[in-house]
């Protein structure tokens, strides 16, 4: 999934280095009173109300290069605006996805897997779990 992902016409590398501070949460740390669940819309919405940010889609491919001491069994997911997953060229392999499926990139590292950067499958009506650990980007 992730290396179809930055194949898509939605990651787009930018031209010059950019500085950016990030900000790791849970997502449930912005809705208190949540035990179980939060869609993927309220909690971009609620992230934006309390001054954060979207990332870009070329910090999850930057973020699983850089850091090097992740916790095993754990994944951090990346706020960003989801890549539409039917949109994608999968030559020389058949599209796995159906038309309305949209990705995330979710930073992972897993016992007997390693370090690697995933595809997170989303829809903006799905819901996380509130101990989602998500990334989100400080404004500028």
Not at 2 to 29: C, H, R, T, W, Y
Request: hydrophobic share 35%; proline share 6%.
């Amino acid at each position: 999934g992730a290396q179809f992902m930055m194949k898509s016409n939605d990651f787009n590398i930018q031209d010059k280095p950019q500085f950016i501070e990030l900000v790791i949460l849970e997502a449930g740390s912005l809705f208190p009173d949540r035990k179980d669940t939060v869609a993927l819309e309220e909690l971009y919405r609620k992230a934006k109300d309390v001054g954060l940010e979207l990332c870009s889609a070329v910090v999850g491919p930057h973020y699983r290069l850089k850091y090097k001491n992740q916790p095993v069994n754990s994944e951090l997911k990346i706020a960003m605006t989801p890549i539409d997953m039917s949109s994608i060229d999968y030559s020389p392999y058949d599209n796995p996805y159906d038309n309305s499926d949209k990705g995330v990139f979710s930073v992972d590292h897993f016992d007997g897997e390693g370090y690697f950067l995933n595809c997170s499958l989303v829809n903006l009506t799905g819901v996380w779990s509130v101990k989602e650990e998500v990334i989100f980007c400080l404004p500028k």
